[in-house]
């Protein structure tokens, strides 16, 4: 849609590849980041997203890397398959607004 939108001279809003995706490319997972080869001694920081939702074969090496005994961080708002195999996990809770 977006390279549509730039052809016909239009305008692309909220447009981006994935969300996080730029901060993902500074310190997350690049080029080269092979987590099929991960295991002990190496640790895995998964925030705010579901990856078996979102990116199934990134949960599936992430999960066989904790299976290898990586070091897997889970911090999320809400439960996900990847908890169970998670060594800490932050659940982070929003607070609720009601009026009254």
């Known amino acids: 849609m977006k390279s549509l939108a730039d052809t016909a001279g239009g305008t692309t809003i909220l447009y981006s590849n994935m969300g996080g995706g730029d901060l993902t490319a500074l310190v997350g997972v690049g080029q080269g980041t092979n987590i099929g080869k991960m295991g002990k001694g190496d640790a895995i920081l998964v925030v705010a997203s579901d990856l078996y939702q979102e990116a199934p074969i990134w949960w599936l090496r992430a999960k066989q890397a904790a299976d290898r005994g990586a070091t897997l961080i889970v911090a999320n708002a809400r439960e996900t398959k990847l908890d169970k195999f998670a060594s800490s996990l932050f659940v982070m ?4 607004n009601r009026r009254l």
Do not use: E, V
């Open 93 to 96: 809770h929003r607070a609720m």
